[in-house]
């Protein structure tokens, strides 16, 4: 078993930045993969950003990809989402997530554990 909790999440302006954190408890973290995803009103769980298990390499989604930034702490099994420039689109339920695998981690599908989520609102 795998305990994530999220946090960072709240209120900013157009154009500010968040920075979301998301601590892992339980079994090894180095042995995840880790995501964040979001999920807005009406619309779909989707991918935001992921990182390797030895943090070696990340993917973006297009729509964050230059404003957000994955980043993993082993020492203190936590993983971050930098987000700058932050747009009224990017307003969502922010959730991170373990995968065992190391693969195909854009799918929400592969991942095992999932935190609780944190609400990122950006106001215009």
């Known amino acids: 078993q795998v305990q994530l909790v999220e946090s960072g999440g709240g209120l900013v302006q157009a154009g500010g930045s968040l920075r979301l954190s998301c601590a892992a408890s339980?079994?090894?973290?180095?042995?995840?993969?880790m995501g964040w995803f979001r999920q807005a009103p009406g619309k779909e769980r989707e991918f935001v950003a992921s990182?390797?298990?030895?943090?070696?390499?990340?993917d973006y989604a297009d729509s964050v990809k230059g404003r957000f930034t994955i980043s993993r702490d082993s020492a203190k099994n936590t993983v971050h989402l930098q987000m700058n420039s932050l747009k009224p689109e990017d307003t969502a339920v922010y959730y991170c997530?373990?995968?065992?695998?190391?693969?195909?981690?854009?799918?929400?599908?592969?991942?095992?554990?999932w935190g609780q989520g944190t609400q990122v609102t950006v106001s215009s």
């Open positions: 339980g079994r090894t973290f180095s042995s995840y993969a």
């Open positions: 990182i390797t298990r030895g943090g070696g390499t990340s």
């Open positions: 997530a373990a995968d065992p695998t190391n693969l195909w981690l854009r799918s929400s599908q592969k991942y095992d554990y």
